[in-house]
C-alpha cells in the first residue's frame, strides 16, 4: 500500500511537472497559479511521561527536546477554466530531519517524508449553485520514530473523495451538504506492529445553513460520520471488528474586512463504538485573528482547545485513530512580513496538548519556528 501511494504521489508531481512546462513554454490553458517554497528552523521541547510503545526498548523520559530543519514545496495549477467550471491540480511536499536530545539509551534522529496530490473540479450549476469534487491522496514515512514524549504521527498512505454541493440562497440562506469518503492505510515499522491496527474506513456527509452580508457570515452544521476498523477486534464474538459512528454539531462567525480576518467556532462531538473503550464525547472551540501592523507585518492567532472525556476508563492502552489533530489542543502566534516581492519571513511561537496513539494518553509541545517563504515570478 505504502508503495502504491508513494509512486501516485511521484506521477502526480511528474504531471505537475510537465502541466508547468506547457503554462511555461507553450501557449496552453493550462496556468500556474501558485508556487512556493519554503524552508524553516525549529527548536522544540516536549513533555509528558507516556509508555514508550514506539520502539522495542524502553527510553521513555519525562523531557524531551529537538532541533528540526525543514523543507517543502506547494504549488497548484488550473488545467483548464471555463466561466462555468474549473480543473485544477495541487501539490505539496515536505521533508523535516530532528535531531532530538533527552534520551538515555539510544541517539534518534527522526525523519520526516510528507506528499498531497489533489485534483479539484468545481462547476457551477444552473438553477442550483455550486459543485466542487475532490481526489486527494497523501503519504507519509517516518524513518527512527522515537519514543514518547516527543510524539510523531506515524507513516501511512491515504486515498480521499470527497463532493460538495452549495445551493443558491433561499430568503438570504445558503444551504450547503457534502459527502467524505476515505481509506487510510498505516505503514508501521517491524518494531511497532500494532500501528497496522489503525487502518481504517470512512465514510461521512455534513449540511450545512449559512446567513451573511457584506464582510461577515455565520454557519451552523452537523455531520455523521461512519468508521470501520478491519484489523482491530471489538471483542464481540457477534461483531468481532470495530466500527464507530460519530456526530458532529456546531457553529461558527467570521468577519472580514482586508486585511483584518476573524472567525470563531465550537463544535460537540460524540462518538459510539461497538467496541466500548474508545467512546467518548468532545467539545472544540475554535477562534482565528489575522491583523495587519505597522511596517508591513501582519500577526496571526490561532487557538484550537478541545475537551475531551472517554466513557469508559480502562487500565490498558487503547488505540485511536491517531492523528495527531483530532481531540488536539493548540495555540500559535505568528508574525510575517515581506522582504521583497517574492521572498517573506515569518517567525511562529506555539503549544500543543495533543493524544497519542494511545488513547486517553497526552503530551505537550512547546516550540518556535523561523520560516522563509519564497514565490518565484512565473
Known amino acids: 500500500m505504502r508503495r502504491r501511494v508513494w509512486r501516485s504521489l511521484a506521477r502526480a508531481g511528474a504531471v505537475a511537472a510537465l502541466l508547468c512546462s506547457s503554462a511555461q513554454h507553450a501557449e496552453a490553458q493550462a496556468v500556474v497559479r501558485d508556487l512556493v517554497l519554503t524552508g524553516g528552523f525549529s527548536v522544540e521541547s516536549y513533555q509528558g511521561?507516556?509508555?514508550a510503545v514506539t520502539v522495542p526498548i524502553v527510553d521513555s523520559t519525562d523531557r524531551a527536546g529537538?532541533?528540526?530543519?525543514?523543507?517543502?514545496?506547494?504549488?497548484?495549477?488550473?488545467?483548464?477554466?471555463?466561466?462555468e467550471s474549473e480543473l485544477t491540480f495541487f501539490a505539496d511536499?515536505?521533508?523535516?530531519?530532528?535531531?532530538?536530545?533527552g534520551f538515555q539509551l539510544a541517539d534518534y534522529a527522526p525523519r520526516e517524508l510528507v506528499g498531497t496530490s489533489q485534483l479539484g473540479y468545481a462547476r457551477q450549476l444552473s438553477g442550483i449553485g455550486?459543485?466542487?469534487?475532490?481526489?486527494?491522496?497523501r503519504g507519509r514515512r517516518v524513518e527512527d520514530r522515537p519514543p514518547m514524549p516527543l510524539f510523531i504521527e506515524p507513516g501511512y498512505g491515504s486515498a480521499r473523495g470527497s463532493a460538495r454541493v452549495r445551493f443558491l440562497p433561499v430568503s438570504a440562506v445558503r444551504f450547503d451538504a457534502a459527502?467524505?469518503?476515505e481509506v487510510v492505510n498505516y505503514s508501521p515499522p517491524g518494531v511497532a506492529p500494532h500501528l497496522d491496527l489503525l487502518d481504517r474506513r470512512l465514510l461521512?456527509?455534513?449540511a450545512g445553513a449559512e446567513w451573511g452580508g457584506e464582510g461577515y457570515s455565520l454557519r451552523f452544521y452537523s455531520g455523521y460520520s461512519s468508521s470501520s476498523y478491519t484489523r482491530q477486534s471489538s471483542f464481540d464474538p457477534q461483531d468481532p471488528y470495530r466500527h464507530d459512528q460519530a456526530v458532529r454539531v456546531g457553529a461558527g462567525v467570521r468577519t472580514q474586512s482586508m486585511p483584518f480576518l476573524a472567525s470563531l467556532g465550537i463544535e460537540g462531538a460524540l462518538n459510539r463504538s461497538n467496541s466500548r473503550r474508545p467512546e467518548y464525547n468532545a467539545v472544540i472551540a475554535t477562534t482565528l485573528v489575522s491583523a495587519p501592523l505597522?511596517?508591513?507585518?501582519?500577526?496571526?492567532?490561532?487557538?484550537?482547545?478541545?475537551?475531551?472525556?472517554?466513557?469508559?476508563?480502562t487500565p490498558f492502552a487503547r488505540l485511536v485513530p491517531g492523528e495527531e489533530a483530532d481531540n488536539a489542543s493548540l495555540v500559535f502566534l505568528s508574525l510575517s512580513r515581506p522582504l521583497n516581492a517574492e521572498l517573506s519571513a515569518a517567525v511562529r511561537v506555539g503549544w500543543t496538548r495533543a493524544e497519542t496513539e494511545i488513547g486517553?494518553?497526552?503530551?505537550?509541545?512547546y516550540g518556535a519556528t523561523v520560516f522563509l517563504h519564497y514565490r518565484p515570478g512565473l
Do not use: C
Not at 532541533?67 to 504549488?75: N, T
Not at 511536499?93 to 536530545?101: D, N, S, T
Open 49 to 51: 511521561r507516556l509508555p
Open 66 to 83: 529537538a532541533a528540526i530543519g525543514q523543507v517543502g514545496g506547494s504549488g497548484s495549477i488550473v488545467i483548464h477554466a471555463t466561466p
Open 93 to 101: 511536499a515536505g521533508l523535516r530531519q530532528f535531531a532530538a536530545q
Open 130 to 137: 455550486a459543485v466542487d469534487v475532490t481526489a486527494r491522496f
Open 179 to 181: 459527502l467524505v469518503g
Open 204 to 206: 461521512s456527509a455534513e
Open 294 to 313: 505597522p511596517m508591513e507585518f501582519n500577526v496571526e492567532f490561532l487557538a484550537v482547545l478541545t475537551a475531551k472525556s472517554y466513557l469508559q476508563q
Open 360 to 365: 486517553n494518553a497526552y503530551f505537550q509541545r
